[in-house]
């Protein structure tokens, strides 16, 4: 039976969770928080970093022998399975708790209800999914690639009110306000890896990295370049700077240049008529471990992405400002490239999820809609 | 002196005066609420249609001889000069009430203040000022018309989140949802012109009525079609519906169609290659008591208006869909043409006023700030 008793700890399990959102990768985020009989709290816990000890074998530690009788709340179905530390049911029914309630069951379909399995063969009472939304979508990136080998994509983008990111002449700073560009840098921080195109480095050189954010311990996210030619300029601003960097280039690219081989990996994938399959290059990057990747790139990559269904989110900043179309000849850039639609209903519908002023700009962040019309 | 009692009558003076907004035009709104000495209420009365009692009137009416001694609220400064119905100033001195409390003063800058003056010289207590922002808010346009000659303008737009507004082929039909369009309906009714653009015209042959609006009495707004080269249709649906239609022309324009000479009225202007004066055109209107006008246009016509600092207000529905560019030979259609930029900040800033969802929809309203960058 769940109470309300349950709700409260496991939301207080999920917030412990949270503090390791920026660190654990490629490892979920998970919490745990221990009560005794009266629901009286005993000790708690959060996975921290990848290698290092999980939630529950931290929050047994601190609790000693207290752990007897008692309940263990954890976001996560504990593990039953050798990782790189102990499997965590083991723990759990040595210390002789008495109870386990846990939020989502293991999402690698594999190993998915074994923690359950063990702990009710010990005799340990189970109850799950309690506050399973909560912590599903702190871990929806470790879900999808669980599920499907691929990371979760998100789509940040920024334009004005009338979807143009950059003028004709190329000029795109600064379209959105500085609270806008602060966000975005904490955004960045709770993802794997950045990925853009080659066009975007050539044309505006970004670094792609964590600044700015009130984050105590920033881990650099992969930066990831989509660069068939592999023009990638060996003296780009991102290779200089801590964390690595992956170049995504046509398998037929000869001429690898030296210097930039000793300042990113280079991974040569097959492309047809110039444009990679984006699907092999997101199943490279699950393989990888990389749970969640953020594209911040032109309107032909975003545009690819969206037409061949690999974008779960989109997160739009729109700036308080219209810049207008341009001349025809010299057009203001717009946001993507989806090809000619001849109806009003072939466009991408988005479901809006959540939706906020930051600073002077309007951030809405959207699912897509992939129905079959 | 001013007090809560005096903020909480005025507040429903301004209530009263809002139910006028579908109809005073091209009069003010403006509500009344009498009461005693105990701020106990006596009776109340808003304009509902020019030609028809002002506000004062009917409350002091309702009032009879209890007006004595009493109190006065009313939204505008009560008028001392003779209109289609007799000074207001007057009726109240009349009435021997003891003390009058206004919202704002009459923007009629040749007769600012003069009721003021006459309520002291007949030793009544007047104390103005009292939700002045609120009750200048809802009469905006009549102010602007009477201190400039000129009405509001107000853009209404509508797109997709990437600020498309048509597909290359034409289609927009239907952008924003069922619940967007009804508001619009609402909206328009509180507009006293709808003004829109021959290329509009011939593309989506729009009513630009008031329909589906939950509205008891809706007075169809003027609409104003600028057509320089006269190509109106005469069958145009709009010229068959109730309300009047004005198309403005090029003053050279000839071979005037008989048929829809009769349909509509014709005004010549000049004009400067092939481009009316938009500030001369909105002067014609401010002309014959327009105070406000919504426009419901293509790029060149609003883009126009935005350039030559005519627009006061943007309300701009964002319907949750992205449709791309289209192809460079056939690009999907953007929301303003406002010429080429070179910097970002050239681009038209807003500051938005409001922000809401309208259905599936976000709603934004912003005025323009109209800076010498």
């Keep these: 039976m769940i109470n309300n008793s349950d709700i409260e700890r496991m939301s207080q399990a999920i917030q412990l969770a949270r503090l390791g959102q920026y660190t654990t990768r490629p490892n979920p985020n998970v919490g745990c928080v221990i009560t005794d009989q009266n629901n009286n709290f005993i000790a708690s816990g959060y996975h921290r970093q990848a290698g290092q000890a999980h939630a529950e074998i931290i929050a047994l530690q601190a609790a000693a022998e207290r752990a007897q009788n008692s309940t263990v709340y954890v976001t996560l179905e504990p593990c039953c399975h050798q990782g790189k530390t102990g499997p965590c049911a083991e723990a759990l029914i040595a210390a002789k708790v008495k109870r386990v309630v846990f939020a989502m069951q293991d999402p690698n379909p594999l190993v998915a209800g074994n923690g359950r399995a063990a702990l009710l063969a010990a005799g340990i009472q189970v109850d799950s999914d309690v506050c399973r939304d909560q912590a599903q979508a702190l871990n929806r990136g470790f879900i999808k690639r669980m599920q499907t080998g691929l990371p979760w994509v998100t789509i940040k983008t920024a334009s004005s009110l009338d979807g143009r990111t950059a003028l004709a002449n190329g000029c795109s700073q600064w379209i959105t306000s500085a609270a806008a560009r602060r966000d975005v840098h904490t ?167 959540d939706q906020r002023n930051i600073g002077v700009d309007v951030r809405i962040t959207a699912s897509i809609s992939y129905s079959t019309k």
């Excluded at 308080?320 to 991408?348: C, R, V, W």
């Design 187 to 353: 955004m960045r921080a709770r993802y794997d890896a950045i990925m853009t195109g080659i066009g975007t480095v050539l044309a505006d050189d970004p670094r792609l990295n964590v600044r700015n954010a009130d984050i105590e311990q920033v881990v650099q996210p992969l930066r990831v370049v989509m660069d068939p030619n592999l023009t990638m300029p060996s003296d780009a601003k991102m290779l200089g700077l801590a964390g690595q960097t992956l170049v995504f280039t046509d398998k037929n690219s000869s001429d690898i240049d030296l210097k930039l081989s000793q300042q990113c990996e280079i991974v040569p994938l097959d492309t047809h008529n110039g444009r990679f399959d984006m699907r092999t290059v997101l199943a490279c990057l699950g393989a990888r471990e990389i749970n969640n990747v953020m594209v911040e790139a032109g309107s032909t990559l975003c545009g690819a992405l969206i037409k061949h269904h690999c974008v779960d989110e989109i997160v739009h900043y729109l700036a308080p400002t219209y810049l207008g179309e341009g001349q025809p000849e010299a057009a203001n850039k717009g946001m993507f490239n989806l090809g000619s639609l001849t109806a009003i209903d072939q466009g991408i519908g988005l479901t809006i999820t």
